[in-house]
């Protein structure tokens, strides 16, 4: 289960990351209340998940996921840049957070 919060934090982490965009220097109040509500349950149910998960490897996933969920939507919603070592890099951002669950020796 602490898996499962980790991965569902980091995709409010993307959220709240890409809020933040739209806030426009949280002048507009629906996208400002939207960032912090996404922001707050990011950082609970990351904070529930180290109960069980290690510090370091739950914190570069969460990272990671937010990263990368920030880039291809920035990519997609943005227009920016696509290059082949841009998705080359994010490939291996991807490798990497797989690898962290596969190693942790963490179960579910």
């Known amino acids: 289960m ?7 934090a980091g995709l409010f982490e993307v959220g709240w990351s ?3 965009k739209y806030t ?3 002048t507009r109040v629906v996208p ?8 707050a349950a990011s950082m609970v149910l990351l904070s529930l998940s180290v109960r069980t998960l290690p510090i370091g490897t739950a914190y570069a996933v969460w990272v990671g996921i937010g990263a990368l969920g920030a880039a291809v939507l920035g990519i997609v ?4 840049p ?11 951002l991807l490798v990497a957070i797989i690898g ?5 020796g963490v179960g579910k």
């Open 18 to 20: 890409i809020g933040l």
């Open 24 to 26: 426009e220097g949280f």
């Open 32 to 39: 400002t209340v939207l960032t912090l509500v996404a922001l």
């Open 2 to 8: 602490a898996w499962v919060m980790l991965v569902i």
């Open 77 to 80: 919603l943005f227009h920016e």
């Open 82 to 92: 696509v290059t082949p070592a841009r998705v080359f890099f994010l490939a291996l």
């Open 100 to 104: 962290l669950k596969i190693t942790s």
